[in-house]
């Protein structure tokens, strides 16, 4: 699987920025992709999940109510809308899929990750 970012950028302080993750590949076993960000000298947090089935929604609860991640299929592409941007969501975005083949119950056994490039979000004060 292959991810490619895009709609990184610098904003200010209120702004909004809508990114884009287009997956390439194996996409048909692609089990939920999402977003994750990781600011200079922090490890790499959770953003935002999606799955593929019913596309149930995850959060950080730091993004909640601002961010919204969503998906067409069609396109094998996921979103992240970023609004109500602060400076402390500056980072670089990371997309990320996960795949399955074989599932016991509702835990995959041989899951996949994947991570795009990244891509740059600035936010000014």
Sequence with gaps: VQ???SGGGLVQAGGSLRLSCAASGR????DNMGWYRQAPGVQRELVATITSG????????S????????????????????????????AV???HAQTCTHFNGPKC???ENYWGQGTQVTVSS
């Design 27 to 30: 996409t048909a076993i692609i």
């Design 109 to 111: 056994v041989d899951e």
């Design 54 to 61: 019913r596309g149930t929604t995850n959060y950080a609860d």
């Design 3 to 5: 991810l490619v970012e």
């Design 93 to 95: 975005y990371y997309c």
């Design 63 to 90: 993004v909640k109510g601002r961010f919204t991640i969503s998906r067409d299929n069609a396109e094998n592409t996921i979103f992240l809308q970023m609004n109500s941007l602060k400076s402390e969501d500056t």
